[in-house]
């Protein structure tokens, strides 16, 4: 089945940093959504991105979908204390949502 | 507007028993979709449900099963507990398909000793 895998696992960086976290599939996605979720929370919705090439930015975050939609980023800018939390991608096409396993970012101030 | 609600926040019971769940969907939203979320990992796709239907489920046992009611609001059922059911199940709800953006709810954390 499909397998929608996210890279890295964790990723340690110090304040003001630059962060990526990678997401890829393993068939062509449909639709992509980032979520973060902060410890203790629960997922909050960030974006989607629907069209090939699409690159959205919603301020210090910048969201990439590939060319062919078989893989997606989101690369944060200036990391701060308030960006620590796990990122997941999913894909949101069919009838399912196939979530990645998320990048879980930790920001050392 | 009031947010996507769950209960009970936590939930202890022991082997072989059974564990209800419930969520109370945005108002407005038609589609409730649960999941599991073990400690520590990320979120594994349960079911959704829409107007009244179940329209997908993922890779687990029969055990698991819910339903959804006229209001949308829904309820999911795990049957003879195991301890690696021990997670926290995440309700979700959006405008009907999951193109759109899923809001969660807090979660119910269940402990299965």
């Known amino acids: 089945g499909q397998q929608v895998m996210q890279i890295p696992q964790y990723q340690h960086v110090q304040e003001g940093e630059d962060f990526t976290t990678y997401c890829n599939s393993s068939?062509?996605?449909?639709?992509i959504q980032w979520y973060k979720q902060r410890p203790g929370g629960h997922p909050v919705f960030l974006i989607q991105?629907?069209?090939?090439?699409e690159v959205k930015k919603q301020k210090r975050l910048t969201f990439q979908f590939g060319e062919a939609k078989k893989n997606s980023s989101l690369h944060i800018t200036a990391t701060q204390t308030t960006d620590v939390g796990t990122y997941f991608c999913?894909?949101?096409?069919?009838?399912?949502?196939?979530f990645g396993a998320g990048t879980r970012l930790f920001v050392k101030a | 507007e009031a947010g996507v609600t769950q209960s009970p926040t936590h939930l202890i019971k022991t082997r072989g028993q059974q564990a209800t769940l419930r969520c109370s969907p945005i108002?407005?939203?038609?589609?409730v979709y649960w999941y599991q979320q073990a400690l520590g990992l990320g979120l594994q796709f349960l079911l959704w449900?829409?107007?009244?239907?179940?329209?997908n489920r993922g890779n687990f046992p029969p055990r698991f099963s819910g339903r959804q009611f006229p209001n949308y609001s829904s309820e999911l059922n795990v049957n003879a507990l195991e301890l690696e059911d021990s997670a926290l199940y995440l309700c979700?709800?959006?405008?009907?398909?999951?193109?759109?953006?899923?809001?969660f709810g807090p979660g119910t954390r269940l402990t299965v000793t």
């Open positions: 108002s407005g939203h038609t589609s």
């Open positions: 068939t062509t996605l449909s639709n």
């Open positions: 449900y829409d107007e009244g239907e179940e329209r």
């Open positions: 999913a894909d949101t096409g069919g009838f399912k949502t196939i």
């Open positions: 991105l629907v069209k090939s090439g």
């Open positions: 979700a709800s959006s405008l009907r398909t999951s193109k759109y953006e899923q809001f």
